[in-house]
């Protein structure tokens, strides 16, 4: 057994190059911090690489669902489904906008929102008593996002994918098509976040994708406080160039043009990261598949983007204090939305979703990211190993 390392192994990290730095630093030369040329670039690339029509940036992923809730209009009274294993802003983009969280539980075998259970949620209430459906890519691996529309067709549901997990990664179709992860084509809208731990890293920063220019163009709009310019006088007739106007309550949601360039930066290299956590999770998966005592959450699935390697022990709270103490920084995703003090408060108790809270009781996240050696990660396994094997190591 080798020494821990002297640094800490987190659960993920950003990789920022030199090139990164110099994307950054010739922006803030440049004419535009904000509101210029470097935004318009990224959108354009960052739907490129998903496959949608459209993208608007925006400051952060919560950002980015509370504009998808409120462009969907979500209001006071609506009822939403999503999963209770995911971040909390999944679920909250529809608080702020007055409107009902309802969970439906997860498939163990995936960590997915069940669509099954889904379906029995609609069946017991009248039609129209749903009105959308947030499902998460969790973990990186792609929702089947065609039986998800067919459902939400069959109850008249928008969709909003939370992708935060999953760009570059594709679910395969009933036709053996290929479908990437907010490529616009199944879902309405679709969200992404650029926090250092995801797989790309602006700092701060989100993503919508969508293939309706018309809720492209509203978000845009509800993105910089509900105005719109009128460059081609077609508003105002009267009024000049200078002429804008607020057409409804809207938020400064803008990223920067610092930080999209930085973004630009990152998504050139976003297949490299992509093939280098498939890589680390494939050999995870070797090493685990034959230890007895852990579970390995969804292994080898085509098209999994793995933002986070999950595996599952029963004794999960000792194994998560061992890695501490060499230097492994395993984290825990998530505990449930549903157990969440402010959602008990509305009405959620234990035992509501027994699958996520199976889940929950077991899992942990391992060190995953593109900068990951193969030496610190086999440091990372060798400790699994001794924790669940004493014995043998
Ligand atoms: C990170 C994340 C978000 C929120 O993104 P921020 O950019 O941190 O606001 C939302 N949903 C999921 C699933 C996430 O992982």
Known sequence: MKTPPPYPLPYGRQHITDADVAAVVETLRSDFLTQGPRVTEFEEKFAAYVGARHAVAVSNGTAALHLCALALGVQPGQRVITTPITFAASANCVRYCGGEVHFADIDPATGLLDLQQVRKLLEAHPKGYFTGLIPVDFAGLAVDMEAARALADEFGLWIIEDACHAPGGFFVDSQGQQRYCGSGQLAELAIFSFHPVKHIATGEGGMITTNDAQLARHLRRLRTHGIERDATGLLRQDE????????????????????????????????????????????????????????????????????????????????????????????????????????????????????????????LSLPLYPTLTDEEQAYVIDCVREFLAPDAA
């Open 240 to 363: 000049g160039g200078w002429y804008m106007e607020m057409q409804e309550l809207g938020y400064n949601y803008r990223i920067s043009d610092i930080l999209c360039a930085l973004g630009s930066s990152q998504l050139a290299r976003a297949d490299e990261g992509l093939a280098r956590r498939r890589a680390l999770a494939a050999a995870y998966d070797a090493a685990f598949a034959s230890l007895p005592g852990v579970g390995i959450l969804a292994p080898g699935q085509p098209g999994h983007a793995y933002h986070l390697y999950v595996v599952l022990v029963e004794n999960r709270r000792e194994l998560y204090e061992f890695l501490r103490t060499k230097n492994i920084l395993a984290q825990v995703h998530y505990v449930p939305v549903h157990r969440m003090p402010y959602y008990e408060k509305l009405g959620w108790r234990a035992g509501d979703f027994p699958h996520a809270e199976a889940y929950y009781a077991r899992c």
